[in-house]
T-cell receptor, first 114, second 114 residues
């Protein structure tokens, strides 16, 4: 158990819909990262937050947004869903704001868009 | 653009043999290179990492080498065991700062046959 909690574990929805994925980092960790893992795309970096502020941004679509709340949990919002958004979405946390340290991944949220 | 290339995409070895996975990166300012192991249906976990001021690092049967001039780094697993079977991801911290994007390679599916 990494100490990172992601909900829901599985989610099935239809195209055009909107979903919210939730992540609680390890106790004491201030950074939260979101990654998308598709079958043929490896782990794609989406976005990073540190103590409530956005720190780094990857190839995150405009239809996607995220935020980190004062209690340090984070939410990833995916809207106007398309079939291609079906993937495993990982949240990871780390203590510092930099990336030169171990990321602790959650178990992931598997999104299926029908 | 900024990316990390990983080869091979699949690797099959006999138990006891060595396995080598190679990655190249595009950003010469990259300074941190971790390797993650993802077992089937599980979350990625850090197995070893190396920083740009070091050329090689070992941890029991696992070693990582870094060639900054050529911008490539490799994972070496000796005396492979069936439990080493997993997907291995290399990553590089692009941007030259501690806030950069931790970008992953496409992954290598390693299968160790008993």
């Amino acid at each position: 158990d990494s100490g990172v909690t992601q909900t829901p574990k599985h989610l099935i929805t239809a195209t055009g819909q909107r979903v919210t994925l939730r992540c609680s980092p390890r106790s004491g960790d201030l950074s939260v990262y979101w990654y998308q893992q598709s079958l043929d795309q490896g782990l794609q970096f989406l976005i990073q937050y540190y103590n409530g502020e956005e720190r780094a941004k990857g190839n995150i679509l405009e239809r996607f947004s995220a935020q980190q709340f004062p209690d340090l949990h984070s939410e990833l919002n995916l809207s106007s869903l398309e079939l291609g958004d079906s993937a495993l979405y990982f949240c990871a946390s780390a203590f510092g704001q930099g990336n030169t340290g171990e990321l602790f991944f959650g178990e992931g949220s598997r999104l299926t868009v029908l | 653009g900024e990316n990390v290339e990983q080869h091979p995409s699949t690797l099959s070895v006999q138990e006891g043999d060595s396995a080598v996975i190679k990655c190249t990166y595009s950003d010469s300012a990259s300074n941190y290179f971790p390797w993650y192991k993802q077992e089937l249906g599980k979350r990625p976990q850090l197995i070893i990492d190396i920083r740009s001021n070091v050329g090689e690092k070992k941890d029991q049967r696992i070693a990582v080498t870094l060639n900054k001039t050529a911008k490539h780094f490799s994972l070496h697993i000796t005396e492979t065991q069936p439990e080493d079977s997993a997907v291995y991801f290399c990553a590089a911290l692009l941007g030259g700062t501690s806030y950069g994007k931790l970008t992953f390679g496409q992954g290598t599916i390693l299968t160790v046959h008993p």
